[in-house]
């Protein structure tokens, strides 16, 4: 299962991983279809570390599940913050998922055990993330340059109903 992420420096394709979280795979992929990622800001944006987006009104203090209200955590020892490139949930505490997500751009270990991580970038990784990473931030980690997320197309939707 895949999506590519639209954005206004290229397209990243990323793998979910729908068997190892369903539930956050879940929430992502019913986001997605909804057309709630489109036009949001990547809002924090900390070279080495993190590009981080998914919150409607971009300020990185909002967002909504699904479900209308946080869910919990789907860690799994398997799915590290081990390279650049890896999807994983922002929260601000143990089971407060909502909209929020972030892709690395290098090893993270120190999250392990505290995001969920649900998918690795399969294709952009060396353009589209190099890109967005080189974006000039201001002291607070936002882009000076918006960088949207256009749209996101999903390739072969298994939660969608036929």
Not at 108 to 125: S, Y
Request: one cysteine or more; proline letters at 6%.
């Amino acid at each position: 299962m895949s999506v590519t992420v639209h954005t206004d420096l290229g397209d990243l394709k990323i793998e979910i991983f729908c068997e190892s979280v369903p539930k956050t795979a879940e929430n992502f992929l019913a986001l997605c279809a909804s057309s709630y990622y489109d036009n949001c800001l990547f809002h924090r944006n900390i070279a080495s570390f993190i590009v981080q987006g998914g919150d409607p009104s971009g300020k990185g203090k909002g967002g909504q599940s699904i479900w209308g209200a946080d869910f919990e955590d789907e860690i799994r020892p398997t799915l590290r913050h081990n390279a650049r490139g890896i999807v994983s949930m922002a929260n601000r505490a143990p089971g407060t998922n909502n909209s929020q997500w972030f892709i690395t751009y290098g090893p993270a270990p120190h999250l392990d055990g505290k995001n969920t991580v649900f998918g690795r970038v399969l294709e952009g990784i060396d353009t589209t993330l190099d890109a967005m990473e080189a974006v000039e931030v201001d002291k607070k980690y936002r882009p000076k340059e918006p960088i949207h997320i256009k749209g996101v197309t999903i390739h072969a939707n298994p939660i969608a109903v036929a």
